[in-house]
């Protein structure tokens, strides 16, 4: 029983004041709106990130990281002493992973340093060989750190995808015996479509078997 004679069944919920939608709906309150969490764009943003990572690494370990080494362990080379001190070391680059690669540059070893380093193009040479090949004949060329010489650019440079090529590298050797105890070769720095990419070129890569090399 209400105030102007009607009656209400004691079981039917009373509607709350303002209500527009019914007795079951609840008026809009602030302190309660606060407590509920909203949706960041900095939590979308560290999320889309995450699964791109994901991505990438499992595209990185199905085969495509960027590389130039043979990873057969069969890449060839050739070397050549300019003098007592200064000797010129090429290997064979065999380019692996997706997308165009770039050498940055090449780390010294312990007992040498690097002078200059090219990227040579094996193009074909009338009457057989390469222009690789002729950098390391006895009366070659003799090369200037930071110039170009034969078909070879000095770095940075870009790797053919098309066609075979060597890495030069012009050494100062200060420490025969310690350059002949290398079982690794020297660190190469790739600029590739993933990002920097950093790996150990054979030990050939280094002046490592120069006959003239004193270890004494």
Do not use: K, N, Y
């Not at 992973?97 to 094996?122: C, H, I, K, M, N």
């Not at 070879?152 to 002949?180: F, I, K, N, R």
């Not at 993933?194 to 270890?215: I, M, Q, W, Y």
């Amino acid at each position: 029983m209400i105030a102007d004679g009607t009656t209400t069944d004691p079981d039917e919920p009373l509607a709350v004041a303002g209500d527009l939608d019914g007795p079951l709906a609840v008026a809009d309150d602030p302190d309660v709106d606060g407590l509920v969490p909203r949706p960041r764009r900095s939590a979308a943003l560290a999320v889309g990130a995450l699964v791109v990572a994901v991505l990438v690494g499992g595209w990185v370990s199905a085969g495509a990281r960027p590389s130039v080494v043979d990873p057969s362990g069969a890449a060839g080379g050739a070397a050549r002493a300019l003098d007592a001190d200064r000797v010129l070391v090429g290997v064979d680059l065999v380019p692996g992973g997706v997308g165009r690669l770039t050498v940055e540059s090449v780390g010294d070893v312990p007992g040498a340093r690097v002078l200059g380093a090219w990227v040579a193009p094996a193009t074909a040479q009338t009457g057989g060989g390469s222009s690789t090949d002729a950098i390391f004949v006895e009366d070659g060329p003799v090369p200037v750190p930071g110039e170009p010489f034969a078909d070879a650019v000095p770095l940075p440079a870009p790797v053919p995808q098309d066609a075979g090529s060597s890495l030069v590298v012009l050494w100062d050797v200060a420490d025969c015996a310690a350059v002949q105890r290398l079982v690794d070769g020297p660190e190469v720095r790739l600029r590739t479509l993933v990002g920097p990419v950093t790996e150990h070129l054979p030990a050939l890569a280094a002046p490592t078997f120069v006959e003239d090399c004193d270890a004494a």
